[in-house]
């Protein structure tokens, strides 16, 4: 997957999300997501603030949050997440095609898209299969980097290898299993060990 695709990927990936949100009952938006300290509701608004921010205005919003990056999303959820659910899909949705970003590697936006939408439809009951090609992108990259979520640490010693895709990472106890699965759990969703086998299942369990 070529680095010019990347932006087709995400806004695929948030059309794919915003159809499956269609229609949600207004108390789905209050299920907690995988993200455990944020709603549905939460992670919607976070993405959609995400997908609003450039280098013009992130440092900006970052000072005035005391240079607290949680206080900064803490701002953003609130404003993006005022409403019924369904107005909060509404914003969502025109950002499907924003090029927004933070500072920051492109690939930590598709990391971000293709994560939290897991990340929200496992609560919900909401099954779908990604793209393989965007999810090796992602975990291509998480693999190597400690940026926020601490992969690269989080993987140390272990053998990673996909079920359903030619992707395999790292050396030392197995840890297999479907590649989504796999991506996961390597950026901490301890809900996705469960579809996992091998003896590093139980060492990722307790990182």
Partial sequence: MAGSDIWPAIHSTRKAL???????????????SLCTEW????LVAHMTATAKLSGAN???????????????????IAAEGQGSGADVLARFKVQI???????????????????HSEDIRRPLGIEHTPPT????RVADFYKNSNLIIGTKKRIAGLELRATDSDWSHGSGPL????????????????????????DGVEVLRTR
Avoid: C, H, Y
């Fill in 39 to 42: 709603s549905v509701r939460n």
């Fill in 97 to 115: 095609d924003s090029s927004g970003r933070p500072p920051g590697p492109i690939e930590t936006m598709l990391g971000e898209v293709v994560v």
């Fill in 175 to 198: 840890v297999s299993g479907p590649m989504m699965s796999l991506l996961m759990a390597m950026t901490g969703r301890k809900a996705a060990l469960g579809d996992l086998e091998g």
């Fill in 58 to 76: 992130f440092f900006p919003k970052l000072i005035g949050s005391g240079f607290s990056l949680k206080r900064l999303q803490a701002k953003d």
């Fill in 133 to 136: 090609e965007f999810v090796v």
């Fill in 18 to 32: 915003a159809a499956d949100l269609d229609g949600l009952n207004e108390s789905d938006w209050d299920t907690t």
